[in-house]
Nanobody, 128 residues
Framework: QVQLVQSGGDSVQAGGSLRLSCSASRIYGSYNSGWFRQAPGKEREGVASIYFGDDHALYYADSAKGRFTISRDRDKNTVYLQMDSLKPEDTAMYYC?????????????????????WGQGTQVTVSS
């Protein structure tokens, strides 16, 4: 069974930074990975995605552009979400997700319905 293990959530002040990690097991090679978040009372939304088969296959939600960076370490089979200039509205439970190839393109890569495997979630709280 595919497992995604997350780490890195915390509480920070507005303007601060956090890096989330998502280590995958039993899924290898070229696969899709995404970061999603869900705030209380809101729907889960896609934040950023990456396709392990292509370093340039990145996609960001508008809310993440210029502040968040998704990356991956192929050797560690781990995806990261570097979050800078955090705002109180970034407060949410963050989830990583994975889906086998083929590549999911564009905005569909931020659609939670495209993903089969999910991490346990990690809380990010940004105070003003």
């Amino acid at each position: 069974q595919v497992q995604l293990v997350q780490s890195g959530g915390d509480s920070v002040q507005a303007g601060g930074s956090l890096r989330l990690s998502c280590s995958a097991s039993r899924i290898y090679g070229s696969y899709n990975s995404g970061w999603f978040r869900q705030a209380p009372g809101k729907e889960r939304e896609g934040v950023a995605s990456i396709y392990f088969g292509d370093d340039h296959a990145l996609y960001y939600a508008d809310s993440a552009k210029g502040r968040f960076t998704i990356s991956r370490d192929r050797d560690k089979n781990t995806v990261y979400l570097q979050m800078d200039s955090l705002k109180p509205e970034d407060t949410a439970m963050y989830y990583c997700a994975a889906a086998p190839s083929p590549r999911i393109y564009g905005a569909k890569s931020l659609d939670a319905n495209e993903y089969k495997y999910w991490g346990q979630g990690t809380q990010v709280t940004v105070s003003s």
